[in-house]
């Protein structure tokens, strides 16, 4: 019997076709994600797994902890305790990662950065988790799997593969304003003391009279900001691969403190409605030029932790834990992290996770949740395990709930993500990127782009190679001009064959 020639259809792990790969379930096509998407959780769940016991992303970070201190008053946006008056101080913890390679690698990579930073207040502990990056590759969580298997090793080789790397970012032109960041030189800082960090998701701010805007929170080093080149990267990878754990410890035990600014940007939801693009796409920016930054505090970091592995490697970061007065959005990638990130801590951590030092809150907690691994103090000791309750066990506090929020559509359906007026413009914002660096910084964009692109091969290589110049044609023509050139790839070369570029 001769082989069929049509390709596998693409099934859950019980068999079930699945009908759509890149989009999550969500009410309306700017509204939240539903629980109902069993694909997306299976899909997340299964990645959290794939890797014991180091993180499947980030494995490779540096810690410290620190304080945060506000230095203005942002009480008409928000009730949340921490920003009740300017002065406020609360302890907090940081760590800084690279993103795709494994514990053992070097953190001078051409990689983002993780920007993990968890604040202990009286109301609860806040995670902001986020990038030295204020946009990600892609919009949908049910992508993130797909991306960081591109960033991993190739199955056959077990080698990092600029062929399957390339071939997903051209058949993914949403990840188009990334990757520029990423092969501009804020791909290789100079350590972690030296770059700016991102919430880089939209969150909601709550005041006291149950108001809601968006936000976007802004961390910028005053440091000053301070990148490797290309070859200044790869050569310190060979002379210390840990190159940025070295300089953040060092300045803290010397006594020279790094330091941020803590920024917001803030929407209306008027505006997020007349706003040219969708203002929870993970993939675009809110230019400050309509939505300036406003200051509001400053976090130093002051203190190496005293055991690397119980602090650093157990901290546990999530951006579901917020508190009264500061929310989530309908952001679909924030959406699939609130899920996906306490999965993953509680496969590594196990159950209790939250209770090891570096992430339970100082100020304690209380609820019925008992047993299970590393169920760490008196387990809930003799009180009830259930609620209600007649023995005085913890109640609900409504005085914090949220205003309702309205959604985008009432019919559930997997969308599009890149339908819809500006939804599908992956090229306006790297364009403008290109365009704001200066002349040397444009130089060595394009020479990263060629070396990384350079390293494409295999049957495809011209297929994929022509699929991204596409895309670095529509950014900028001087861009693509210079990539091409820097390829020895004649841009006259027939276009017909190649498959369309948006997927």
Same mark, same amino acid.
């Given at each position: ?11 859950? /792990? ?30 997340? /769940? ?19 902890? &620190? ?33 795709? &390679? ?19 207040? =009286? ?98 080093? =005053? ?17 210390? /691969? ?82 009264? &007065? ?174 369309? /570029?948006?997927?």
């Amino acid at each position: 019997m001769e082989e069929s020639t049509q390709p596998k259809k693409l099934t859950t /792990a019980a068999g079930r076709p699945i009908f759509d790969n890149q989009n999550s379930v969500s009410a309306g096509a700017r509204g939240p994600l539903l629980l109902q998407d069993y694909f997306l959780h299976e899909k997340l /769940a299964h990645f959290n797994r794939e890797r014991i016991p180091e993180r499947v992303v980030h494995a490779k970070g540096s810690g410290a902890y &620190g304080t945060f201190t506000v230095t203005h008053d942002i009480t008409h946006l928000t009730r949340a305790k921490l920003f009740s008056k300017v002065g406020n101080e609360c302890r907090m913890f940081a760590r800084f990662s690279t993103v795709g &390679g494994e514990k053992g690698s070097a953190d001078t990579e051409r990689d983002p950065r993780g920007f993990a930073l968890k604040f202990y207040t =009286e109301d609860g502990n806040w995670d902001l988790v986020g990038n030295n990056t204020p946009v990600f590759f892609v919009k949908d969580p049910v992508k993130f799997p797909d991306f960081i298997h591109t960033q991993k090793r190739e199955a056959r080789s077990n080698l990092k593969s600029p062929t399957m790397m390339w071939d997903f970012w051209s058949l993914n032109p949403e990840s188009l304003h990334q990757i520029t960041i990423l092969m501009s030189d804020r791909g290789t800082p100079y350590g972690y003391r030296h770059m700016h960090g991102y919430g880089s998701h939209t969150f909601s701010l709550i005041n006291a009279e149950n108001e809601r805007v968006w936000v976007k929170f802004h961390f910028r080093t =005053e440091q000053g900001v301070k990148n490797f080149n290309n070859e200044d990267a790869i050569r310190m990878k060979g002379e210390d /691969a840990d190159f940025a754990q070295h300089d953040l410890v060092a300045a803290i035990d010397n006594g020279n403190f790094p330091r941020w600014k803590m920024f917001i940007q803030v929407m209306t939801d008027e505006q997020a409605k007349t706003f040219r693009w969708n203002p929870f796409d993970l993939t675009k920016v809110w230019p400050q030029g309509e939505f300036p930054l406003h200051e509001v505090g400053v976090m130093e970091l002051n203190e190496v932790p005293v055991n690397y592995h119980a602090h650093v490697e157990q901290a546990a970061f999530s951006p579901a834990h917020v508190v009264d &007065g500061i929310g989530y959005s309908p952001d679909k990638m924030l959406q699939g992290r609130i899920l996906s990130y306490p999965d993953a801590h509680r496969y590594r951590l196990g159950v209790n996770y939250e209770h090891l030092p570096v992430n339970a809150c100082p100020y304690g907690f209380s609820n019925y949740q008992r047993d299970g691994q590393m169920a760490l103090g008196d387990n809930g000791g003799p009180g009830p395990n259930y609620f209600p309750n007649s023995f005085d066990g913890p109640v609900e506090d409504k005085t914090v709930g949220e205003p309702a929020q309205e959604l985008d559509g009432l019919f559930a359906d997997r969308y599009d993500r890149n339908a819809g007026p500006g939804n599908d413009d992956h090229y306006t914002q790297a364009g403008n990127l290109f365009r704001l660096l200066d002349a040397q910084a444009q130089r060595n964009l394009i020479s990263n782009v060629v070396g990384s692109m350079s390293g494409i091969d295999g049957p495809k290589k011209d297929l994929i190679t022509q699929r991204q110049l596409c895309h670095w044609f529509r950014a900028d023509i001087r861009l693509g001009m210079a990539i091409a050139k820097g390829l020895g790839v004649d841009v006259e070369m027939p276009t017909e064959h190649i498959a369309a /570029a948006t997927v």
